[in-house]
């Protein structure tokens, strides 16, 4: 089986545990020296460098939030240095204003690696050709993938997203062996390739995927109308990019790269560590950045990690795919409900277009009233009433065994469903609690 | 013979069949039959129109839900023992009837049904071979 660094990717748990170690007390003290929002935080919980001494002292540490790189916009958290520094990435998220990360020589280095080890992994090389069809640009998902494509000397073709007819066109053309771009473009693509007639003239082996949610099912829809194999990749540009998890061959989960990226699960409401195997929020710390190291990040995505060796022989722990957002969570009669659960769901009922859907949480005499709207579409709706009972009851029965609590379905008429913006707003809570 | 009925998904609330009916008749499209088969919930309106490409294009305009489905419209004897009469040719055949419901008018003196079966091809030959006669669609939209 292919790997890009053997040595580091089958290294044994105990010698990960002490490379870890030995990184951490390094990271730890460069930071207190060279990034003042760290050192303050030690000192405000009476912490010195030197009582970091293994892995283990982990959890002693202060977490970081995705507000911290607001507050000290745009240089205020880098800790080298920006004549150090090579390249900036940036992201202005959804709410308010943009984020901005930095990378050393080594940074960019150690992210390519993150990435030609996946590739690798998926039986890439030197004779491929390796379509990156994410944006190019401060959004780390087309560098990313092209650092990663360049290592292993595959012939990249940096395409950058958008202009589908020029995408499918040029994979035909060039005789694209591996593909990059989000989940949802990905599908779009396969659809249009359909429709122009061209499926069999692809000759996609592996596509990378990532940076928005995805389902199994879409995995499967996607594989099928690419004739490839989609694999699943994780990354945030606070941490480096793509590539900080990614999956092997057997797709089972995505290996964290441990000997950069420390994971912790914890419980997102007491910042308690739980537990592998344990559903919670996922942290990361990064110790071997030099530029914009963070320690113990909250990135808010809930999910799961699997301490169980896996099949291809690497080391280093998978997680599962994040299940949601703790931000999005809802409880509701004391169950975590996450909006993509429905979405998942849905999905699994309506083919390859999730239909439109409104979740509407509310109290009444001290219980909670849990209805989910979904909007009708052509490919559910069917000219007999005993269908569409039918349809209905089975998508409560699906999210009674998905989520373990009862919701009330509604079928509702098309586009009845609010928007703004062109989202849907999917989560309607009005308990006043 | 067979013809065009547009089936349309409804929320069962109040003034819920006005815009449907509004667009319709903006675009000077006639309904010649007409039903609603509903739960406390949802409901199916049933239409034949003059035009069921055009009502079929206003209506997805205007964001509604709406399936095409081949019926048959039959022509029987307004007196009593004409429908079972229809009804026993087609349990001769191993034809099931999902539903029926009438036209708003008549075709030679004769009452129109709709009528919706398993196999609609296999029904109209049934028929034309018992010597009823299922009206066309030129007959209907003249309605
Ligand atoms: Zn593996």
Redesign the pocket.
Known sequence: MAMWQKEIETMPREEIKKLQSERLVWQVKRMYENVELFRRRMDEKGLKPSDITSVDDLPKLPFSYKQDLRDWYPYGLFAVPTHDIVRVHASSGTTGKKIVVGYTEKDIKDWDDCVARMMT?LGLGKDDFVQVSYGYGLFTGGLGAHGGATAIGATVIPMSSGNTHNQIQTMVDFGSTALCCTPSYALYLGESAEELGVTDKLQLKAGIFGAEPWTEDMRHAIEDKLGLKAYDIYGLSEIMGPGVAC????Q??M?VWEDMFIPEIIDPDTGEVLPYGEQGELVFTTITKEGFPLIRYRTRDICQLIAEP?????THI?MKKPCGRSDDMLIIRGVNVFPSQIEEVLMSIGGDITPNYQIVVDRVNNTDTFDVNVEMSESLFADDVKSIEKLEKSITQKLRDVLGIGANVHLVNPKSIQRSEGKAKRVIDNRKL | MLIKQLSVFTENKPGGLAPIIETLGKSNIDISALSLADTSEYGILRLIVNNSELAVTVLKEIGVVVKVTDVLAVAMDDTPGGLSKILEIFVHKNINVDYMYAFVGSVNNKALMVVKVSEPEAAAKALADAGISTAEAKDIYRI
């Open positions: 992994a999956e092997c061959e057997y089972a989960g290996h896996c099949k291809c022989g690497r998978r």
